[in-house]
């Protein structure tokens, strides 16, 4: 049985030289990736729906309560 990966939520801060991937104060999904948080960037799935790496300090994670994240996992989907 494979085992759930957490998902985590941030908060755009800083959208400088991204207007049109990113949004202030819109909620992304990041994605672990060890090798960009050691450079110190953070994968997201921006406003194409891909994912890419931004620099860490340009979002701040958040915890949302669960029904907040199905229903933003649900809207991803379509």
Request: include cysteine; glycine fraction near 6%.
């Amino acid at each position: 049985m494979k085992k759930k990966e957490a998902v985590h939520f941030v908060v755009c801060l800083d959208n400088e030289g991204y207007p049109a991937s990113l949004e202030v104060g819109k909620l992304y999904r990041s994605i672990p990736d060890d090798d960009a948080e050691a450079e110190g960037l953070l994968r997201v799935i921006d406003e194409s729906g891909e994912d890419y790496a931004f620099e860490a300090k340009r979002f701040h994670e958040i915890t949302v309560p669960p029904v907040v994240e199905k229903a933003l996992l649900e809207a991803n989907r379509s």
